[in-house]
């Protein structure tokens, strides 16, 4: 093989290799998002059930759940997200 053939075919897999990691990467990253929307809706719907519930004690620790399953659940999915990607090197 030539030296310029071997070159031109390091070349396409390099090439290659970054368009898959691209391509990894956006779907981590809209995984990661989908999750943060989930985690929000879960913290909403204890919020909700924290206003339909009947009992003072029970509807204010439904209340509080809810606050914090929706700013814990994202804060952890984005940190598990970049632990990902450093662990893949993506980053």
């Given at each position: 093989?030539s030296?310029?053939?071997?070159?031109?075919?390091?070349?396409q897999?390099?090439?290659?290799?970054?368009?898959r990691?691209a391509?990894?990467?956006?779907c981590?990253?809209?995984?990661?998002?989908?999750?943060?929307?989930?985690?929000c809706?879960?913290?909403?719907a204890?919020?909700v059930?924290g206003?339909a519930?009947?009992?003072?004690?029970?509807?204010?620790?439904?209340?509080?759940?809810?606050?914090?399953?929706?700013?814990a659940?994202?804060?952890?999915?984005?940190?598990y997200?970049?632990?990902?990607?450093?662990?893949?090197g993506?980053?």
């Amino acid at each position: 093989m030539s030296i310029r053939r071997e070159t031109e075919e390091m070349i396409q897999r390099r090439i290659a290799d970054d368009e898959r990691a691209a391509r990894t990467d956006t779907c981590a990253a809209v995984i990661a998002f989908l999750v943060c929307i989930a985690w929000c809706v879960l913290g909403g719907a204890l919020v909700v059930a924290g206003f339909a519930v009947v009992g003072v004690e029970l509807g204010e620790a439904l209340l509080f759940a809810g606050s914090g399953v929706s700013i814990a659940g994202p804060v952890l999915t984005v940190v598990y997200w970049q632990v990902w990607k450093r662990k893949n090197g993506l980053e």
